[in-house]
């Protein structure tokens, strides 16, 4: 069975996803496209998927008989009301995060597909697909003992100006937020935000870096340190401390070169570059639980828990607080 995916928003991620489905993956076929730009989605047609019907409308590719399960790529505020419309539909959904920018919009997402009784949402939490965090999660669950500290760092070569702190978290440290629930099998129940001194590289309106510290229900304190103008590239580090040893995340593959006196090898600067693979893993699980009809990976609740745990480290930067996080029963049906 090949599965019918309409893509709803065609800008860098959409776009990338549809040339993923129709270049790279087998299984599926991108059949429908909708943009508030009717540009960018003929673009797409043109160059990815010549075969695909535009649709004026993302509720209509949603609703449209040729569309087996649907991609939500455009902007943060309009995935609440297509992954409900998806639901309503029995359609498969694989979202972008975030599931939504409120948490209470995406429990309502939840208590949708608790409502519909089964599974339809798979949220974008790619690194939970990155070979280096599934080999560290291994390491973790069977080697160095009960997980005591977490030590990790996202820094970013540079940001524009329309960056601004809370974005920060919103945009940068949610994956964190996924990554490390997953890697621990752990939740959060507190959240603080420290501000070491500015880096110069940081505009007026951005306080970088930042320290965030969280801990979590089995008592595992985690820092985690968000620069965004660290100037020497893209890099995300992970160290786990045990009680019987210690982990790190595996580097990204690179060749070590000794040249004109130095022992050097190379940096990324893209995070698509990073976590290019893990891309394609996590629409291909997307794809094969598409096929029987449900979904695969992380889910509604994880986008949900995601949006409370940001909620709390925005109030904690801008209290100055530590900032309780406290969470539902999780439904059973994502048990």
Sequence with gaps: MTVRIGVI????????????????????????LSDYS??????????????????????????????????????????????LAAIAA?????????LATTAEAALRIVEAEAAHGRRLVQVGFMRRYDAGYRMLKQVVDRQIGTPLMVHAAHRNQSVPESYLTPMAIHDTLIHEIDVLRWLLDDDYVSAQVVFPRKSRHAHARLADPQIVLLETKKGVRIDVEVFVNCQYGYDIQCQVVGEEGLANLPEPMTIAMRREARLQSDILVDWKQRFIDSYDVELADFIQAAARGTAAGPTAWDGYVAAITSDACVEAQESGRIVPISLPARPAHYD
């Design 90 to 98: 029995g359609k498969p959904v694989f979202c972008e995060k975030p």
């Design 9 to 32: 928003g065609t800008g860098m991620i959409g776009r990338d996803h549809t040339r993923r489905i129709n270049q790279v993956l087998s299984g599926a076929e991108v059949v429908a």
């Design 38 to 83: 009717p540009d960018a989605a003929r673009a797409v047609q043109a160059d990815l998927a010549p075969g695909a019907k535009l649709h004026d409308r993302g509720e209509d590719l949603i609703a449209s008989a040729d569309v087996d399960a649907v991609l939500v790529c455009s902007t943060g505020a309009t995935h609440e009301a297509y992954v």
